[in-house]
T-cell receptor, first 114, second 111 residues
Framework: GAGVSQSPSNKVTEKGKDVELRCDPI?????LYWYRQSLGQGLEFLIY????????KSGLPSDRFSAERTGGSVSTLTIQRTQQEDSAVYLC????????????FGPGTRLTVL | QKEVEQNSGPLSVPEGAIASLNCTYS??????FFWYRQYSGKSPELIMF????GDKEDGRFTAQLNKASQYVSLLIRDSQPSDSATYLC???????????FGTGTSLTVIP
């Protein structure tokens, strides 16, 4: 079946603008994760959704970052008033039921803030 | 102390040799251990996972786990140039929702 998809693949924005990044997980996967990967760095956990439970937002770096997941499927990560340090690749992953289940990654969105 | 630590490399091995990638983790309650491969400009893809102490083999890849030493490794036999990539170690805890990723080890297989 189809894998995790993300859009857009690339996003260039000006400092101070808001951006929305979209993730469409694998069908049937109840868990969804957002990560950020800066150049040459590892993956930084941002937020985790599991079914209808309250999301784990412990990784969000500031209140400019928010995410929602509608209908238990598609998720949108929103970054308000973007800063240059927000430039990174934003990766979404999904797994069957969260916890220790294997995560499958989407292709990522490369965000560049000028 | 980082949750997961890896030698960033770069690690270079000749084609056909064994590449050994290492990872240590800090939380003794960690339950599951994963190795992901990430080609430049691409997203991570799962190579192997291991839950129990000992070795787990899949083709040219062998994962080794030693929970007493909090150490997990990945061996790649008969290394190929196509194995050149960054290898990420990931660890998940017994409780909580997070996977903890290392910063990755860059591997170059020289033809």
């Amino acid at each position: 079946g189809a894998g995790v998809s993300q859009s857009p693949s690339n996003k260039v924005t000006e400092k101070g603008k808001d951006v929305e990044l979209r993730c469409d997980p694998i069908s049937g996967h109840t868990a969804l994760y957002w990560y950020r990967q800066s150049l040459g760095q590892g993956l930084e956990f941002l937020i985790y959704f599991q079914g209808n439970s309250a999301p784990d937002k412990s990784g969000l770096p500031s209140d400019r970052f928010s995410a929602e997941r509608t209908g238990g499927s598609v998720s949108t990560l929103t970054i308000q008033r973007t800063q240059q340090e927000d430039s990174a690749v934003y990766l979404c992953a999904s797994s069957i039921a969260g916890g220790v289940d294997t995560q499958y990654f989407g292709p990522g969105t490369r965000l560049t803030v000028l | 102390q980082k949750e997961v630590e890896q030698n960033s490399g770069p690690l270079s091995v000749p084609e056909g040799a064994i590449a050994s990638l290492n990872c240590t983790y800090s939380d003794r309650g960690s339950q599951s251990f994963f190795w992901y491969r990430q080609y430049s400009g691409k997203s991570p893809e799962l190579i192997m996972f291991i839950y129990s102490n000992g070795d787990k083999e899949d083709g040219r890849f062998t994962a080794q786990l030693n929970k007493a030493s909090q150490y997990v490794s990945l061996l790649i036999r008969d290394s190929q140039p196509s194995d050149s990539a960054t290898y990420l170690c990931a660890v998940s805890r017994v409780t909580g929702n997070q996977f903890y990723f290392g910063t990755g080890t860059s591997l170059t297989v020289i033809p």
